[in-house]
């Protein structure tokens, strides 16, 4: 396996998740926050929630984010649309899995994506916690990258970019905290030329707080000449350099 800590430029890369019918004014001002600073985003789609309801919106507007040049990940199947609001019953969907189990759950995942007509070979567990067995799986089923809470990881070469996943908290108590951890980290991060994941649920979007910090948090990474990149691209851009 090899370990890759980071470069002489630091890159920035912003996910969104939570897409769904009753959110997408809250990801479309998201989206038009990004693309007036020139910065490409991920959006992460679970199938079986984000088109459960009016598909036809949604899917319409992921594609017109794909024509723009986001990127499209797959963010499990079927777990909660937004966890963080409900009581928690389980483990997060692919952290304990063993392989046989992922891989049956990942095959009914890519028939829901197949009726969608989406397709994507880069793959984002839900809270970003994946077991090896599911590891296991991805591979078996075509994925070529797998991002964790820890990394990102290319799947056809065992690649690792170090890089830990930034977002929010939970609770109004810890909300100020977070938003000042998330752009102070960023602001080290890109001075230190380190990879910065910034990650936003449509949950966040939803109060004042954690939107303008993840604003402000792009904002300074930025300004330290940062490179905004999305997931896959990055693994172009590996494979590219490599060649």
């Avoid at 997408?24 to 991920?42: N, Q, T």
């Avoid at 899917?59 to 079927?78: C, I, K, P, T």
């Avoid at 070469?157 to 938003?179: I, K, L, S």
Wanted: some cysteine.
């Amino acid at each position: 396996m090899h370990v890759v800590m980071g470069g002489v430029s630091a890159r920035l890369m912003v996910s969104l998740s939570g897409i769904n019918a009753w959110t997408l004014d809250r990801a479309s001002d998201l989206s038009m926050e990004l693309a007036s600073r020139g910065v490409p985003f991920s959006m992460l789609f679970a199938p079986r929630i984000a088109g459960a309801d009016q598909p036809g919106m949604v899917l319409s507007w992921v594609r017109e984010q794909r024509a723009a040049g986001n990127a499209l990940l797959q963010h499990g199947y079927d777990h909660p649309a937004d966890a963080r609001t409900r009581t928690v019953r389980r483990r997060a969907e692919f952290a304990s899995l063993p392989a046989h189990e992922a891989k049956l759950r990942l095959t009914a995942s890519a028939a829901a994506m197949e009726r969608l007509n989406l397709t994507t070979d880069a793959f984002v567990p839900p809270r970003w916690i994946v077991s090896p067995g599911a590891m296991v799986a991805l591979r078996h089923k075509g994925f070529t990258m797998c991002a964790d809470l820890m990394g990102i990881r290319d799947l056809r070469t065992e690649t690792v970019h170090r890089g830990r996943v930034q977002g929010f908290g939970f609770g109004e108590r810890t909300e100020p905290w977070w938003c000042f951890a998330l752009v102070m980290g960023t602001a080290r991060a890109a001075r230190r030329g380190h990879l910065i994941r910034l990650a936003v649920d449509t949950t966040d979007l939803s109060r004042s707080g954690p939107r303008q910090a993840l604003l402000d948090a792009v904002d300074i990474a930025l300004h330290h000449d940062a490179v905004p990149i999305t997931y896959p691209a990055l693994l172009t851009r590996q494979t590219a350099q490599a060649a």
